[in-house]
Structures are given as structure tokens and as C-alpha cells.
């Protein structure tokens, strides 16, 4: 399967916890990235990671990536309420299309 | 969500009905997307579109027709649909249809068919 795999599926945690997701994919990649979305909405860029990168951060958000393991993780520091969404990764196959992964449910609970 | 807008935001219509849903981007981009996400499936793409034409139709059925007449406005034309069609159809656009760069949702049709 080209897809990605997060795990875990669904996280529920209390505000002001720390929340990370994972992602693993299968295939070469240039670049990852990770996308947020509320129940029934559309989905929200948050970061993009290319493949020569290790980690980067952007406000509360930390992606690291590991090409030699395929893998990618995305933390959320001091979770807030309003943090609760879906939270997908996608990578571009070798065909140039946009793979996402089957997200990961995060609960924040104030 | 101004940037790329979708109508309706949500349909419900027959098995024999024929629809259309519409998505206009005003970020003047030149790739345009149409996605469905159903219920605990990740996101399956349909069509990508750049500079107007059609580069990728990824095993769609027919009863899906999209239709691109300009680098704003992306439609999906839906007609004799089954019941397993009902989803969110998400429609997105980006800067060009290459590997760097992001994709920018609108918020989705919720339909339903009945």
C-alpha cells in the first residue's frame, strides 16, 4: 500500500499535555507534510518538511523526519482545547500524487 | 477558508438526480484537486487539473465528470450515483501540481445519496 500509516489512530489527552502522532510511509519522498482537520471541514496545511531536513518546528508544532526508517513524527506542545482535530500526514508518491494518511483522532480535554 | 470556497456545503439528492458541485480559489493558482473522503478511509484523490487540463483521472467512475473552465473554478458533475458514493468531497488547489508545494482545502460538500 502507497498510503501512510499513523498511529495512533485516536489520542486523548488533557490540556496543557503534550500530544505526538507518527507517520510511516513506504516510499521515496521529497518532501512531508502535515495537515490538520476539524470534524467535516476541509483540511489545513500546518508544515511541510522536506527530506534533507531532520526537524522543524513552527509555534507549537515539532516534525521531526527519518528518512532511513520512513518514518515522521508531529508533536503538539502545551495542547489547548482547540487543538482537537484529525491530524494527517501526506507525502507525494513516485507519480506525483499527494498520499495521505489515515490521521490520527486527537481529544483534548480541557 | 476564503481562499478556496465549495458549494453546496452540503446535498442530498436521488440516485437519479443529476448535480453539480462547484469550488472557486482565489489565490490564483494554477492546480486544482477534487478529493472524497468517506467515513474511516483516507483521503482518495479523483482528479487534479493544471492550467485547465486534466493530468491525472485516477480510476474515477463516470458518473463523475469534472469539468475546469478556467484556473478558478473546478466543478464535479454527478449524476446516477449509488449510495456508496456518499462522502465529503473536498476540492483543493496549489501553486502548480508539482512536489514542493502545499495544498490549500476548501471546506467540502458533505453528500449524501439516497
Known amino acids: 500500500s502507497q498510503q501512510g500509516e499513523e498511529d495512533p489512530q485516536a489520542l486523548s489527552i488533557q490540556e496543557g499535555e503534550n500530544a505526538t502522532m507518527n507517520c510511516s510511509y513506504k516510499?521515496?519522498?521529497?518532501?512531508l507534510q502535515w495537515y490538520r482537520q476539524n470534524s467535516g471541514r476541509g483540511l489545513v496545511h500546518l508544515i511541510l518538511?522536506?527530506?534533507?531536513?531532520r526537524e522543524k518546528h513552527s509555534g507549537r508544532l515539532r516534525v521531526t523526519l527519518d528518512t532511513s526508517k520512513k518514518s515522521s513524527s508531529l508533536l503538539i506542545t502545551a495542547s489547548r482545547a482547540a487543538d482537537t482535530a484529525s491530524y494527517f500526514c501526506?507525502?507525494?508518491?513516485?507519480?506525483?500524487?499527494?498520499?495521505f494518511g489515515q490521521g490520527t483522532e486527537l481529544s483534548v480535554k480541557p | 477558508e476564503t481562499g478556496v470556497t465549495q458549494t453546496p456545503r452540503h446535498l442530498v439528492m436521488g440516485m437519479t438526480n443529476k448535480k453539480s458541485l462547484k469550488c472557486e480559489q482565489h489565490?490564483?493558482?494554477?492546480?486544482m484537486y477534487w478529493y472524497k473522503q468517506s467515513a474511516k478511509k483516507p483521503l482518495e484523490l479523483m482528479f487534479v487539473?493544471?492550467?485547465?487540463?486534466?493530468?491525472e483521472n485516477n480510476s474515477v467512475p463516470s458518473r463523475f465528470s469534472p469539468e475546469c473552465p478556467n484556473s478558478s473554478h473546478l466543478f464535479l458533475h454527478l449524476h446516477t450515483l449509488q449510495p456508496e458514493d456518499s462522502a465529503l468531497y473536498l476540492c483543493?488547489?496549489?501553486?502548480?501540481?508539482?512536489?514542493?508545494?502545499?495544498?490549500?482545502f476548501g471546506p467540502g460538500t458533505r453528500l449524501t445519496v439516497t
Open positions: 483543493a488547489s496549489s501553486q502548480d501540481s508539482s512536489f514542493w508545494n502545499e495544498q490549500y
Open positions: 489565490l490564483g493558482h494554477n492546480a
Open positions: 501526506a507525502f507525494y508518491n513516485q507519480g506525483g500524487k499527494l498520499i
Open positions: 518538511i522536506r527530506s534533507n531536513e
Open positions: 516510499t521515496s519522498i521529497n518532501n
Open positions: 487539473y493544471s492550467l485547465e487540463e486534466r493530468v
